[in-house]
């Protein structure tokens, strides 16, 4: 089969595509004919080696999937050939063919399109997990949401779940076409961060007194100034850190406004922690991905994917994330879906 093989740590444009082994079939696992993967900034720091996982060389990077399962192993229950579905995956989804455990795999509606289903296991389950579980953000209705990177995966995600649960939802982004975004996904207001300080427009929008909770995937300068305008007794949870700067957190602002900052790591629930504890959290995920595929078809959801590569073309599809063009998510297409699509 084909894949993006990384027998190095190294920068993503070194990698080529090569003919790699199909990977094995453990118990527990189920194999896939990989019609959509997931290209996000974080692919670009694992294959570096500057992730906080790393995979064993040589590995197939890429951990979000869809597809068809093409043959299960002993102990799998909940799926059979045939099924369509999407994954998150240790490693492995930048090929056409990959393995996925039974326990971080769902089945998918039937009105689903497979390069769709990708900004549901991450960019939407972790927005779902900042906003929703109670140990995070648990934003309520009729509170303010203050959502940066808005046109981002997780951002649109962040956007639109904010507006199910009855959120006023404050968006910022870089450009008119990126605001123009946001508003279409349900954003109450959206700000550009480049016209100036975002801090003094939150603080107009919300007759100064801040806002409730704050979902920060950029950092850096973006954090700090976020820390200005929340609501006494407010939230914040930084969700990654694009602008390439992990930020200090003054503790003396955490106390004055009894701020609560929230990190949340996705990938522990998925099994990518040493002590590997997916099963133990295996019905809290299957119960949030129910509950956003119930979203999706009653028309709640609108995943956003702004642009689609064949698998040879994963360079391109890099460069379009890391350049920061991208508005939604980008994905990687292949076998029937690239037919369909005309990749």
């Known amino acids: 089969m084909r894949g993006v093989l990384v027998e190095e740590w190294t920068e993503f444009d070194k990698l080529q595509l090569a003919e790699c082994p199909n990977p094995m079939l453990q118990p527990g696992q189920m194999r896939i004919k990989t019609q959509a993967a997931g290209v996000s900034f974080a692919t670009s720091l694992i294959v570096a080696g500057k992730y906080q ?4 060389l040589p590995f197939v990077p890429g951990t979000e999937v869809s597809g068809v399962v093409t043959e299960v192993a002993d102990g799998v229950t909940r799926f059979q050939v045939g099924d369509r579905v999407a994954s998150v995956i240790d490693w492995g989804g930048l090929a056409e063919e990959t393995v996925a455990f039974e326990v971080n795999t769902f089945k998918i509606p039937d009105s689903l399109e497979f390069h769709k289903a990708i900004c549901f296991t991450n960019s939407y389950g972790t927005s779902y997990a900042a906003l929703v579980w109670p140990h995070l953000l648990r934003l309520e209705a009729g509170q303010t949401l203050l959502v940066h990177g808005a046109a981002g995966g ?4 962040a ?8 959120a006023n939802v404050i968006a910022t982004a870089g450009s008119a076409e990126k605001l123009d975004i946001v508003r279409s996904h349900g954003a109450d207001h959206a700000i550009n961060y ?4 975002f801090r003094d427009q939150v603080l107009d929008l919300t007759n100064g007194r801040g806002v409730d909770a704050i979902y920060d995937p950029v950092g850096g300068e973006v954090f700090e100034q976020s820390l200005r305008c929340i609501a006494p007794e407010g939230r914040i949870m930084p969700v ?20 609560t900052v929230c990190g949340l790591n996705m990938g522990y629930y998925m099994g990518w922690s040493p002590d590997d504890v997916r099963d133990k959290y295996g019905d809290r995920l299957a119960a949030m991905m129910t509950q956003l595929f119930a979203w999706f078809d009653e028309g709640h959801l609108n995943p956003r994917v702004s642009a689609t590569f064949a698998l040879p073309d994963f360079q391109q599809a890099m460069a379009l994330v890391l350049g920061r063009q991208a508005q939604g998510r980008v994905a990687l297409v292949m076998n029937e879906e690239a037919a369909r699509l005309g990749k």
């Open 159 to 166: 956007v639109e779940i904010g507006k199910i649960l009855g």
């Open 154 to 157: 997780v951002g649109v995600a």
């Open 53 to 56: 996982r790393k995979p064993p």
């Open 240 to 259: 990654g850190f694009a602008a390439g700067t992990i930020q200090q957190i003054p503790a003396n602002i955490l106390l004055v406004k009894n701020i």
């Open 194 to 197: 480049r016209d100036g300080p």
